[in-house]
């Protein structure tokens, strides 16, 4: 499912560092990624793992000391490590479009909410005032957003955190981009609200044909929205399948142990599973496989030589020494 | 908005009424006669009684109180012991001069030091930054009196471009602009500064530029707005101060303005005209906070809720 040219975005070995006066971290090792038209791809971990660097490594607004060191981005066949500044203004908001975590802060509170939808239109689609401000009640009305007439004209502290995150979303479609980044969107949301935005995005994936790069630390999320899911620890990919997959057939010991923190109705005893230990310091990486140090099934190789990506079945790929014959693994 | 401002404005008329009472008790409560410091310490008493009676210096304190506010609404601050003329009209000479003062110093202030704080702002760490820091820093750290009298040996004597004191045309007004402007424009530096790099850490400006905006629309548009509520504060806190009286930048340069009236009653123990620029003074400063409040509410629609 590689191939470069029907897809939405292509990231090819991209690596993001950030040089730090301690040294230099890698956000991003060696992350290739594919996202196909009109799909929804989870990109999971934990906090601290890369995944929001990758994001913003996409739209290039990694901010510094982080850079970009290697890789490249393709946007339907076009290289976006290549564009100028100018070229790439031009593409975000447009043709990716990003919404954040907090829609709490996300807004600026000086401005009303309509015109901070209005202004990613008249940025991009040259369209005169009138018809952004009709387009931009459209699209509140597109999202859910009741008396949309009003809310144009609401400030953000007007609004509930629901509101609000359905505001950055219309401010993320409204110019009808190919691919909308969310990093995170539902984290700050209540359960219930999450379930009705997570709905809502699908939908208007599925309306407008735009694919959605999903960022989440949630398997709950991810089973509930995405086709394809890449798993990520300490700034590389370590899992990754398709959805129906990646949970039928969990190869990865992190991956397992995310899905084990996932309190299930039913689950013999109430005790939850976790991941024992912590992140490792992407200044302080141990050596060999990155995950080793808290994995119930290291043995001293995995401490010595890092394991590849090992494809475990068509559109399966695992990176773990223990998974690349089977569910039993064995040795390398 | 517009209960808002009534609101504000409400509230400053007790802050004012206060200030004005302190004001009269400390001057006419405290130990020492104004007949004596008028008229020296061997006059007739029987002359003392007729002015006593004549200024109503016999009356309950808070009975004088009462006339004489009733007085300042009426723009009536009574009469100079020492010039013997109406402290109104006094204040209404000098206050001109105060005024182009303000004005132009106010001018300086703003031109230098928001763009400077912008630049440093969004170039910090950088050698404009440090340049301008440096110049704000040298602003607000030298004193007016060196800074004012070492532009008069520069520019008025050496080079001979500007005159020395006076008050006579624009040309005069130069000098003590730019003394004042400095001082001041170093501390809208560096608060615009500050504030601008805090603002610009915000999540919304990420959205702004996810948004595909141009770095200077970001800045312009999206940071400053927000950044400038603690800053248009000061710049109003400032000018009131200004109108108040640049007591040592009149002082130096020959402005016959309200700080020179109010050092000069100071000195003469003039009572009623000292009383009355400070009343002046304090109306102003409070007017001056009134007008940032309202600025502030029109630039950030959370203030305006309450």
């Given amino acids: ?332 | 908005m517009a209960r808002y401002i009534l609101k504000r404005v409400v509230i400053s008329v007790p802050v004012l009424l206060g200030v004005a009472l302190v004001l009269f008790l400390l001057l006419n409560v405290v130990p020492g006669d104004p007949i004596t410091i008028m008229m020296g310490e061997h006059i007739k008493p029987a002359l003392v009684e007729s002015f006593r009676a004549r200024m109503h210096l016999d009356d309950p304190v808070l009975v004088r109180f009462v006339r004489y506010i009733t007085g300042a609404l009426r723009w009536d601050f009574g009469v100079s012991y020492k010039l013997e003329r109406e402290v109104s009209d006094l204040i209404r000479e000098s206050l001109p001069h105060t005024i182009k003062l303000t004005v132009c110093a106010a001018l300086v202030s703003w031109l230098i030091g928001i763009p400077a704080g912008i630049v440093s702002a969004v170039r910090h760490n950088t050698l404009a930054d440090r340049f301008f820091m440096g110049f704000s820093l040298l602003g607000i750290s030298l004193p007016i009196f060196w800074a004012g009298l070492l532009m008069q040996y520069v520019f008025a004597f050496r080079l001979q471009w500007l005159p020395v004191t006076g008050y006579y045309s624009l040309r005069y007004y130069i000098m003590p602009a730019l003394v004042l402007g400095w001082s001041s424009a170093g501390a809208i530096a560096r608060l615009t500064r500050s504030n601008l790099l805090e603002t610009m850490k915000h999540d919304y400006i990420r959205t702004a530029r996810a948004k595909g905006l141009k770095e200077t629309a970001v800045v312009t548009a999206h940071a400053l707005k927000n950044a400038m509520l603690p800053v248009v504060t000061v710049m109003a806190i400032q000018v009131a101060g200004l109108l108040g009286g640049a007591v040592m930048t009149e002082s130096i340069f020959g402005i016959p303005g309200l700080g020179r009236v109010a050092v000069n009653a100071i000195a003469d123990r003039d009572m009623p005209l000292l009383q009355g620029t400070i009343l002046f003074t304090t109306g102003i400063v409070i007017a001056g906070n009134l007008a940032a409040d309202i600025i502030c509410a029109f630039l950030d629609p959370r203030i305006r809720v309450e």
């Fill in chain 1, 1 to 332: 499912m590689d191939t470069a040219d029907n897809g939405t975005l292509s990231i090819k070995n991209l690596s993001t560092h950030f040089f730090t006066r301690r040294g230099i971290a890698a956000a991003v090792d060696d992350v290739t990624l594919f996202i196909p038209k009109k799909s929804v791809v989870g990109v999971v971990g934990e906090s601290g793992c890369g995944k929001s660097v990758t994001a913003l490594s996409v739209l290039r607004l990694v901010s510094r000391p982080g850079r970009i060191v290697s890789g490249s981005v393709s946007l339907g066949g076009e290289d976006l490590l290549a564009k100028s500044p100018a070229e790439m203004r031009q593409i975000r908001g447009s043709r990716i479009s990003m919404i954040f975590q907090e829609p709490m802060t996300s807004l600026n509170p000086v401005y009303t909410a309509g015109r901070q939808v209005m202004e990613a239109m008249m940025i991009h689609g040259g369209t005169g005032k009138a018809e952004a401000r009709d387009r931009t009640v459209e699209m509140f009305r597109a999202v859910g957003i009741p008396e949309p007439e009003r809310r144009f004209r609401a400030f953000p502290h007007q609004l509930s955190g629901g509101l609000r995150q359905r505001v950055m979303i219309a401010m993320a479609m409204v110019c009808r981009p190919s691919l909308m980044i969310a990093d995170e969107p539902t984290t700050a949301l209540d359960v219930t609200i999450e379930a009705q935005i997570l709905h809502l995005m699908k939908e208007l994936q599925e309306t407008f044909g735009t694919s959605i790069m999903m960022i989440t630390h949630n398997m709950g999320v991810v089973a509930e929205i995405c086709d394809y899911v890449y798993v990520m620890y300490a700034g590389k990919i370590v899992e990754q399948a398709g959805v129906f997959e990646l949970f039928d057939d969990t190869r990865h010991p992190y991956t397992l142990g995310l899905l084990g923190s996932i309190p299930r109705h039913g689950s013999p005893k109430g005790r939850l599973l976790g991941i024992p230990g912590t992140v490792p310091s992407l200044l302080d990486l141990p050596k060999g496989c990155r995950f080793s140090p808290r994995c119930d099934r290291a043995e001293r190789y995995c401490s010595e030589r890092e394991p590849e990506m090992y494809e475990v079945a068509p559109g399966h790929k695992v990176r773990c020494f223990h998974c690349s014959g089977g569910s039993k693994g064995g040795s390398p």
